[in-house]
């Protein structure tokens, strides 16, 4: 079974500065895909970053970044330079590919992020 | 533009009732999937499709039901079986279902009164 936690429900960070949100994994696949999504007050989900785990490199995408440490299972989302409208309820999710697990997204509980001015 | 349809937005549905929400999408996908969200929760996979006339159950498939007669489309059904009802629904589809990622629509929201 796949499992994501996000241990933190809540982040404060100050307008134009990086913040860092945690996520950690648990999976027997072999190979797998790890995504952020971002949900804001609206609802939608928006998605922000992939990485493969195959991936050597770490995924970039503006922004964001996304600090994938595979001995560690964790793949961290970092946000440069924030902005208010980065205010939002963030998703860490993984998509098996072995068994049934294959296909799937899993997700964590969601942090809540609230850019200050 | 391409993109993903759910109506209607808000949906309030008395006990005992059966209840259709609608999923659109002109992306051109394959597999298409619904979502259940509880407040302050993550997702939860309902039901996924592959392909036409084919779906498959998720983690939570009870009281729920779908059918995939087009390509575009994959309207998911709460039964009155379904125990708590009352949640935000979202629907999301994919190039094929290990491929890609999964993208979203704006969601419904259903309340039983």
């Known amino acids: 079974a796949q499992k994501i936690t996000q241990t933190q429900p809540g982040m404060f960070v100050q307008e134009k500065e990086a913040v860092t949100l945690d996520c950690t994994y648990d999976t027997s696949d072999q190979s797998y895909g790890l995504f952020w999504y971002k949900q804001p007050s609206s609802g939608e989900m928006i998605f922000l970053i992939y990485q493969g785990s195959y991936d050597e490199q770490n995924a970039t995408e503006g922004r964001y970044s996304l600090n994938f440490q595979k001995a560690r299972k964790s793949a961290n989302l970092v946000i440069s330079a924030s902005q208010l409208g980065d205010s939002a309820m963030y998703f860490c999710a993984m998509r098996g590919a072995d068994g049934t697990s294959y296909g799937k997204l899993t997700f964590g509980q969601g942090t809540i992020l609230t850019v200050h001015p | 533009d391409g993109g993903i349809t759910q109506s209607p937005k808000y949906l309030f549905r008395k006990e005992g009732q059966n209840v259709t929400l609608s999923c659109e999408q002109n992306?051109?996908?394959?597999?298409m999937y619904w979502y259940r969200q509880d407040p302050g929760q993550g997702l939860r996979l309902i039901y996924y499709?592959?392909?036409?006339?084919?779906?498959q159950k998720g983690d939570i498939a009870e009281g729920y039901s779908v059918s995939r007669e087009k390509k575009e489309s994959f309207p998911l059904t709460v039964t009155s079986a379904q125990k708590n009802p009352t949640a935000f629904y979202l629907c999301?589809?994919?190039?094929?279902?290990?491929?890609?990622?999964?993208?979203f629509g704006p969601g419904t929201r259903l309340t039983v009164l």
């Open positions: 999301a589809s994919s190039i094929a279902l290990a491929r890609d990622t999964q993208y």
């Open positions: 499709s592959q392909i036409v006339n084919d779906f």
């Open positions: 992306l051109n996908h394959d597999a």
